[in-house]
């Protein structure tokens, strides 16, 4: 029964689209939204894996390849000096693991970001994770109502520029699948170098940590899960304030989740 119990809470948890690409952590900043202006982006995120690791790291082959697609819509809104209120919105969740297949909406953050040393040196975000997608379809986040808190930080010297954010986020337990994931730790930094002066290479890595599931109260064995993420890509300036953003990304290390590689470009725009 326990077995069962924990293959069970696995599958559910697997299904989840957002474990290859947070839409909260991936790509974002330590830069805060200046006063009075605003900034909106859109994101396609498309992923694919053959291959699973187990909980003690090992690659396996799937029986059916997963993928999904995320289009996740960002805005942000600078409420005064250092201070910036923003959304995030799966507006589309699609996977498909052959033999089951569902879309739907995601999670809604809702959150802040302030700015507490000047240039990005340090600032700190805090967010809400507003259930909005059906955990019974793998849709949003694992479990109920969630919180995350990160600090981040930024450094630009000349053509190179620095990215990082380390943070901790925290689930209850979902009232359908009575699912609560892990307490969640995560680390992400990016560099970027600027070829011309408008466009820019990056590298960077996410490391992505949760403690054992619980289900219905009770703890899930061997259901701690982490994944290491490589992202290469480049953003190019369409103008002053638009461009576009594009990345490959890939798993290259991880237990209990999916081997994903995958591609995401993003567009944004500001006022």
């Known amino acids: 029964m326990k077995k069962f119990v924990s293959l069970f809470v696995m599958a559910l948890i697997a299904a989840t689209p957002a474990m290859a ?107 809400l994770d507003i259930p909005l997608g059906d955990d019974e379809k793998g849709l949003g986040n694992a479990g109920g109502f969630g919180i995350d808190i990160a600090a981040m930080t930024t450094k630009q010297m000349d053509a190179i520029g620095l990215n990082g954010q380390a943070g901790i986020r925290y689930n209850v337990e979902d009232g359908d699948t009575k699912i609560q994931p892990g307490f969640g730790f995560y680390l992400d930094g990016e560099g970027s170098y600027a070829i011309t002066d408008v466009f820019k290479a990056q590298l960077g890595l996410e490391l992505m940590f949760a403690g054992d599931s619980k289900f219905d109260g009770d703890d899930v064995a061997d259901s701690a899960m982490n994944w290491i993420e490589l992202n290469v890509g480049g953003c190019y300036a369409l103008g002053e304030s638009m461009g576009l953003k594009g990345d490959i990304i890939y798993d290259i290390a991880g237990a209990n989740t999916n081997q994903n590689m995958g591609v995401v470009i993003s567009f944004f725009y500001g006022l």
């Open 21 to 127: 690409f947070d839409q909260l952590i991936t790509n974002d900043t330590a830069a805060v939204q200046e006063a009075e202006t605003m900034k909106a982006e859109v994101t396609v995120v498309y992923t694919t894996a053959s291959d699973a690791f187990d909980k003690d790291g090992e690659s396996g082959e799937l029986g059916d390849d997963y993928t999904s697609m995320m289009i996740p819509v960002k805005f942000r809104y600078g409420v005064m000096e250092n201070l910036e209120a923003f959304g995030v919105l799966g507006l589309v969740e699609q996977w498909d693991s052959g033999a089951a297949d569902d879309t739907g909406i995601g999670d809604l953050w809702l959150g802040a970001k302030y700015s507490v040393m000047p240039d990005g040196m340090f600032t700190v975000r805090g967010a």
